[in-house]
């Protein structure tokens, strides 16, 4: 597998508080990875370190052989590196097409245009609507996004997500606040785009079901490093695994 | 606002065109005051359609836009008086207003929110203190006098004389309509679009694969070619220009028209700007201090109106775009 992201020795700190602490990783295209930590592990930091968010103070990175560490978040994008986000975000008093149309335009080099109606965008209202039938929201596009249930915004955030066709996207808690049945359907997702959009994506999760169903591969990050990395059999064994998650045992079990 | 466009209405369209008719019939039946007036209204009405495109449409509030009212105004003055050629006044203020918004927005819309406010004020000013400071260019505090109401003329070609009052009248309108056509089309295409989505979330936009400052300076140069063409049909009418309007009171009007109309609706400004002077205009009457009296109408309507007067169609059209602050009121008066 050749990899798609590597990140080498990365360090990020926020004052004297070192979030992230000389990490070193490689994330090989289709294979699933979910990073595991406690609160505060780094997590979503290291997300926002590889997608653009936050340059670090030290280290390099590279995504498909290319050095993209002071390159800005929008250009990753177009490379093929995409997100979704822990706290809801998405376009709320635009319609739910809209903001699937967003970064679609934006990957067609068309979201400048000016002077003619969205309606002449058919390739691109196509695509979007297609987008919608694969996030489980087709008959939702003309409502205003934000008056979603908190289930269907969270299915939204991930379209927006996989609307730039991304090689490789992050999902920072894709399953947080959804009820069971909500969760499933959320899994089910990732795991058929994963195979039919030939998207790599790299999960942050807390819910380890989630993370065991799905993960092909298990980084464990703790106090701003990589405390282990591995498939999830090896990693459900992990004595020092089960250290960090100490009270929480029984998750892994 | 839906993608597949929710076309005006049949009353809307007819009203729309019941309007411009009146516009176009306006110096026959109207004495010379009024048409005066809708000059006032259509200018202020472009004016603050460019404020809005920043404000409720990319999210940006700025309170500096007078600054290029005046480059547009001044720059227009300037070839007037040295070429008596409208066009080439009108174009080549809008032109300067254009240039000048360009290059203050590489700056400004670096911040956003209030230190977006703080700067384009700060950068507003200077402009100002320029006007009333470069007495050899601007000639001080005297302003510019005698500024032709040159004709409509392509050498050689044609020449248009737009002197009279009435006539020049045409070209405020005609100017101002397609102002408000581009505008329009502008906001329902996919720019449009793509600052919506930076006015509700612009990290989203950004990880959208939206270069986020490029579109902020995009829409701030359009502002600024709206306000410069607002400034620039003010001195064939006025046939003088003065440092005031580059004061950031003057800032303040696009400001408040926009409030009185409405933040999320295309006509608001449109609206507001007619309220504005109508206010304005009947206090007038009655009080030296009108600006007082336009204050507190402008809070109680704000304070009734969070929406502005647009809100009140709201519900019947879907013209304007509801939000949750608006709804909660509606709830409320409801």
């Known amino acids: 597998m050749t990899d798609l992201l590597r990140i080498e020795d990365a360090t990020k700190r926020f004052g004297d508080f070192v979030a992230i602490n000389g990490v070193s990783l490689a994330l090989p295209a289709g294979r699933l990875t979910a990073i595991i930590g406690p609160n505060g592990a780094g997590k979503t930091t290291l997300i926002n370190l590889a997608t653009g968010a936050f340059v670090p103070d030290r280290g390099e990175m590279y995504f498909k052989g290319d050095e993209i560490t002071h390159l800005p978040v929008h250009q990753r994008v177009r490379k093929g590196l995409s997100r979704s986000f822990q706290v809801m975000n998405i376009f709320a008093h635009l319609s739910v097409l809209q903001n699937i149309l967003v970064p679609v335009l934006a990957m067609r080099g068309r979201a400048g245009f000016p002077f003619h109606e969205m309606t002449r965008e058919t390739e691109a209202v196509t695509e979007a609507r297609r987008i919608l039938r694969e996030i489980r929201l087709p008959d939702a596009e003309n409502l205003p996004a934000g008056t979603l249930s908190h289930g269907d915004q969270r299915l939204l955030e991930l379209g927006i997500a996989i609307a730039p066709a991304p090689e490789l996207c992050f999902l920072d808690e894709p399953s947080s606040g959804l009820t069971p049945v909500e969760r499933t359907m959320v899994m089910e997702l990732i795991r058929r785009l994963s195979t039919e959009r030939r998207t790599t994506f790299v999960i942050v999760e807390h819910d380890m079901d989630v993370v065991f169903a799905l993960a092909d591969w298990i980084v464990v990050m703790n106090r701003g490093q990589v405390l282990i990395e591995g498939p999830p059999a090896e990693i459900r064994e992990n004595h020092a695994v089960r250290e960090v998650y100490l009270g929480e045992e029984e998750l892994l079990a | ?334």
């Open chain 2, 1 to 334: 606002m839906s993608p597949a466009p929710d076309r005006l209405s049949p009353q809307i369209t007819t009203l729309i065109v019941l309007l411009v008719v009146a516009l176009f019939l306006l110096p026959w039946v109207a004495g010379r005051y009024p048409v005066y007036l809708a000059m006032q209204i259509l200018i202020l009405a472009v004016f603050s359609l460019g404020f809005n495109l920043l404000l409720g449409y990319t999210g940006l509030l700025s309170f500096g836009q007078a600054g290029f009212f005046a480059v547009g105004a001044y720059a227009c003055a300037k070839i007037l008086l040295a070429v008596p050629n409208l066009i080439l006044g009108i174009a080549g203020g809008v032109a300067c207003a254009g240039v000048a918004a360009l290059l203050l927005g590489i700056l400004s819309v670096r911040h956003t929110r209030i230190y977006f406010a703080m700067l384009t004020l700060a950068f507003g000013m200077m402009i100002y203190s320029i006007a009333w400071k470069w007495r050899d260019f601007t000639g001080g505090d005297d302003g510019l006098v005698g500024i032709p109401r040159a004709p409509l003329e392509i050498p050689g070609i044609v020449s248009v004389s737009v002197a009279a009052m009435d006539r020049y009248y045409y070209v405020v309108l005609v100017l101002s309509l397609l102002a408000i056509l581009a505008m329009y089309r502008l906001i329902r295409s996919p720019l449009g679009l793509t600052l919506q989505a930076i006015r509700e979330s612009d990290t989203r936009a950004e990880f959208a694969g939206v270069p986020v400052r490029k579109y902020r300076l995009i829409a701030f140069t359009v502002a600024g070619l709206y306000a410069g063409l607002a400034g620039a049909l003010l001195p064939p009418l006025e046939n003088t220009v003065t440092p005031p309007i580059a004061h950031w009171s003057t800032s303040a009007e696009p400001v408040l028209a926009t409030l009185l109309g409405g933040v999320h609706s295309f006509a608001g400004p449109i609206v507001g700007a007619f309220l504005f002077f109508v206010i304005k205009d009947v206090i007038v009457r009655f009080t030296e201090y009108w600006l007082i009296w336009f204050g507190i109408i402008v809070v109680a309507l704000v304070i009734g109106f969070p929406g502005g007067v647009m809100s009140i169609f709201a519900r019947r059209h879907r013209r304007v775009v509801q939000h949750p602050d608006d709804a909660d009121h509606m709830h409320k008066v409801q």
